[in-house]
């Protein structure tokens, strides 16, 4: 008789401990930085850019030179010749005048492995955007979209993250990850 209660009660407080063990190993937790993950970045322009020829540059950046890209001045960088530009880990995008409105920079670029080995947390998407633009730091800039690595940031699944170039800047449309 014994036996026939302690079996289930045994079993009953196995399973709420294996419960309480996998959530608390989730990887996402508030305020602290996930996994790192590399996704297919697709990049669109807007049908009022068709016309027009844009540049848009995917740099990889880890965490000691975020700050310095987030503040450098994009007039600077899209002028012929910047070091900056030209030292850049990047993949260049051409979007040419009445040719493709998309293009992407899928899983298979080897670009992903050497950005992994640099340790690599951020991709800037950088655009030449026609028509004189006042630089700001940030995402404040028109021309410049910090997208972050982190798995946390997106919802579970995400393999792909989506940004539409318009004539007034950037927007993600990858939703990003409810804040919990």
Excluded at 67 to 73: A, F, G, H, K, Q
Aim: with cysteine.
């Amino acid at each position: 008789m014994k036996n026939r209660f302690i079996k289930p009660f045994f079993a009953g407080g196995f399973m709420l401990v294996l419960a309480t063990v996998l959530a608390g190993c989730a990887t996402c937790k508030p305020g602290k930085p996930g996994p790192i993950g590399k996704y297919t970045i697709e990049i669109s322009l807007d049908e009022s850019l068709r016309t027009s020829s844009v540049i848009v540059d995917l740099v990889g950046v880890n965490p000691s030179s975020l700050p310095r890209w987030e503040s450098y001045d994009m007039g600077k960088y899209w002028k012929e010749g910047d070091p900056t530009r030209q030292d850049a880990d990047k993949v260049v995008l051409n979007f040419v005048s009445g040719q493709a409105l998309s293009q992407s920079m899928t899983l298979a670029d080897a670009q992903w492995a050497q950005w992994q080995s640099k340790g690599v947390t951020h991709v800037l998407v950088l655009a030449d955007l026609p028509g004189a633009q006042t630089s700001r730091s940030g995402n404040q800039d028109a021309r410049r979209q910090i997208l972050s690595l982190d798995k946390c940031n997106w919802p579970d699944n995400t393999d792909k993250l989506k940004i539409l170039v318009q004539r007034s800047g950037m927007v993600v449309v990858t939703p990003a990850r409810a804040l919990q």
